[in-house]
């Protein structure tokens, strides 16, 4: 079949390929999870909730990003009129799935929908700024307890929205019990860790700046994505370990705690600055009306609900966890003073 249209072979190769490392990174971070959970010879136990969350976080996410390539090979095969296709049907036609991945915009038309209207972009710009939460999270808590493979839990936030690699981090945390004596980690070269949400808001106001012009915007995009690594590679420095009987808490230092508000200031800054949206009557329905507009505002806007659901099961997990672990601590020295 021959296509009078430009060929992309690299765009279609990174498409085939995200496909196979969000395969080969989840078998990564399963394989680890299970080791993890092995080690500590399953006395650790993983709750239910986060099962569920991860079970519905990636079939929520399969069914819209699937529905984003059903409408992408839609659009492709009515543009250059070739036969839509069916592989289920007495009629059954090929799917020319090559040549619309060497010949379409897939990645364009996923970034040109998510910035269409301020409404789409208000939905799939908070969806965006939860990943960066996470990630910031992930890059000091995952070194803090040392997980490993902690790469591939990286690798999924890269390529796949947020709920799923956020969900299984959770899980991989529950394999690795804190200890009272962990040593601590506190941010080096705090100005690079600071300067993270503020590349990230520039390239988002930058994304809508760009919609519907082309190569600058998927150079945006990518830009932001490559921000999310940072919280990886940038250094953290140890302190002393905790006196004897204290538990670890997720914002003990101040300057972990400065930097989770200032993430949360900058996303507020972007939210305001978006305006048009109506009145605050109006806003529900035309939010409501852009979230079901595209597959593409579906996806980050329901990863984001899993996302929002899952922070806040581990907050409430970890408070509970830590009042145990106090009152187990206070109760100690009671029993010793009776024993002797």
């Given at each position: 079949?021959?296509?009078?249209?430009?060929?992309?072979?690299?765009?279609?190769?990174?498409?085939?390929?995200?496909?196979?490392?969000?395969?080969?990174?989840?078998?990564?971070?399963?394989?680890?999870?299970?080791?993890?959970?092995?080690?500590?010879?399953?006395?650790?136990?993983?709750?239910?909730?986060?099962?569920?969350?991860?079970?519905s976080?990636?079939?929520?996410?399969?069914?819209?990003?699937?529905?984003?390539?059903?409408?992408?090979?839609?659009?492709?095969?009515?543009?250059?009129?070739?036969?839509?296709?069916?592989?289920?049907?007495?009629?059954?036609?090929?799917?020319?799935?090559?040549?619309?991945?060497?010949?379409?915009?897939?990645?364009?038309?996923?970034?040109?929908?998510?910035?269409?209207?301020?409404?789409?972009?208000?939905?799939?710009?908070?969806?965006?700024?939860?990943?960066?939460?996470?990630?910031i999270?992930?890059?000091?808590?995952?070194?803090?307890?040392?997980?490993?493979?902690?790469?591939?839990?990286?690798?999924?936030?890269?390529?796949?929205?947020?709920?799923?690699?956020?969900?299984?981090?959770?899980?991989?945390?529950?394999?690795?019990?804190?200890?009272?004596?962990?040593?601590?980690?506190?941010?080096?070269?705090?100005?690079?860790?600071?300067?993270?949400?503020?590349?990230?808001?520039?390239?988002l106001n930058?994304?809508?700046?760009?919609?519907?012009?082309?190569?600058?915007?998927?150079?945006?995009?990518?830009?932001?994505?490559?921000l999310?690594?940072?919280?990886?590679?940038?250094?953290?420095?140890?302190?002393?370990?905790?006196?004897?009987?204290s538990?670890?808490?997720?914002?003990?230092?101040?300057?972990?705690?400065?930097?989770?508000?200032?993430?949360?200031?900058?996303?507020?800054?972007?939210?305001?600055?978006?305006?048009?949206?109506?009145?605050?009557?109006?806003?529900?329905?035309?939010?409501?009306?852009?979230?079901?507009?595209?597959p593409?505002?579906?996806?980050?806007?329901?990863?984001?609900?899993?996302?929002?659901?899952?922070?806040?099961?581990?907050?409430?997990?970890?408070?509970?966890?830590?009042?145990?672990?106090?009152?187990?601590?206070?109760?100690?020295?009671?029993?010793?003073?009776?024993?002797?």
């Amino acid at each position: 079949m021959d296509l009078d249209a430009p060929t992309n072979y690299p765009g279609a190769l990174i498409f085939w390929a995200y496909i196979v490392a969000a395969l080969g990174f989840t078998g990564i971070v399963l394989n680890t999870i299970r080791q993890s959970h092995q080690q500590n010879n399953g006395r650790s136990k993983i709750p239910l909730a986060l099962i569920i969350l991860t079970g519905s976080s990636f079939s929520t996410l399969s069914y819209h990003m699937l529905n984003v390539l059903i409408l992408s090979y839609k659009q492709w095969s009515t543009n250059h009129s070739i036969p839509l296709g069916a592989l289920i049907s007495s009629n059954r036609t090929p799917l020319h799935l090559w040549q619309w991945s060497t010949t379409s915009s897939l990645f364009q038309d996923f970034g040109e929908a998510i910035v269409a209207t301020k409404p789409r972009y208000l939905l799939s710009s908070s969806g965006l700024w939860s990943t960066v939460a996470v990630a910031i999270y992930m890059g000091i808590e995952g070194r803090r307890r040392n997980v490993p493979n902690l790469w591939a839990f990286f690798g999924l936030l890269e390529i796949l929205p947020t709920s799923f690699a956020q969900s299984l981090f959770y899980i991989m945390l529950c394999t690795k019990p804190q200890s009272a004596n962990l040593n601590q980690k506190l941010l080096s070269y705090w100005p690079a860790w600071f300067s993270i949400p503020l590349l990230y808001l520039y390239s988002l106001n930058s994304a809508l700046e760009y919609a519907g012009e082309g190569e600058k915007l998927i150079y945006t995009i990518l830009a932001a994505r490559i921000l999310l690594i940072l919280p990886l590679v940038l250094p953290l420095s140890s302190v002393s370990t905790q006196p004897s009987g204290s538990t670890p808490q997720m914002f003990q230092h101040a300057s972990t705690l400065r930097l989770f508000t200032f993430t949360l200031a900058t996303q507020f800054l972007t939210q305001k600055s978006i305006g048009g949206l109506g009145s605050w009557e109006e806003m529900p329905v035309v939010l409501l009306e852009a979230l079901n507009s595209h597959p593409a505002v579906q996806a980050l806007s329901y990863d984001l609900m899993h996302s929002v659901v899952a922070f806040g099961y581990w907050m409430l997990r970890g408070e509970k966890a830590e009042m145990v672990a106090d009152k187990q601590a206070q109760e100690l020295p009671v029993k010793d003073q009776s024993s002797s």
